[in-house]
Structure formats: structure tokens, C-alpha cells
């Protein structure tokens, strides 16, 4: 299946957040082994926006997609997102 432009991140919006989150995982503090997530998924029409975008390492990732604990990964996720960007509710609302 093609993506939609819109749901590619720019590599501008990619060295953002990767300085955003300070070089490592915003769930374990692992600097090593980094992915990019999105918090809304790309298949469901999730943004390449730094507001939907958070670093993770591979474990971490992967668990948040496809983990038994996946709902605790996605609340870290989503909190770690609302608290830099109040308008973050408004940005779910969008795309749900």
C-alpha cells in the first residue's frame, strides 16, 4: 500500500524531534538503537509532524506497536506529547 505524502516526515521535523528528545528513547532513556514514532500511526493517517512524533529505541518501539503492554506505551507516548503541545487533544480529534 502507498502512504500519502502528508504522513512522510520532512528530515528537518526528523532532526527536531530528535533534538527535542534529547538523543534518546523518551521511554527508557536509552541513547542508543533510536527509531521515530508516531503516536497515531501512519496507517491511520498519522502526520510526519514533530507534534506526532516521538524518539524511541527499538524495543521500545516495537512493544508500542506490537507489544502485550502496547495501551502503556501508547500512554507514555500521548503524555509525553500533551505536555509539550497543549493543542495536542485538538491534533488527535483531527485524525480519530
Not at 14 to 29: A, K, P, Q, S, T
Not at 74 to 84: A, G, H, P, Q, S
Amino acid at each position: 500500500m502507498k502512504r500519502k505524502h502528508y504522513t512522510n516526515t520532512s528530515k528537518e521535523v526528523r532532526l527536531e524531534v530528535w533534538e527535542r528528545d534529547n538523543r534518546h528513547c523518551i521511554i527508557c532513556g536509552r541513547p542508543s538503537m533510536l527509531t521515530f514514532a508516531h503516536f497515531i500511526g501512519r496507517g491511520q493517517g498519522g502526520l510526519g509532524i514533530k507534534e506526532n512524533l516521538v524518539t524511541l529505541c527499538m524495543e521500545c518501539h516495537h512493544q508500542a506497536d506490537n507489544g502485550k503492554e502496547t495501551r502503556k506505551y501508547k500512554d507514555c507516548m500521548r503524555n509525553y506529547l500533551e505536555e509539550l503541545y497543549p493543542s495536542f487533544r485538538n491534533l488527535k480529534k483531527a485524525t480519530t
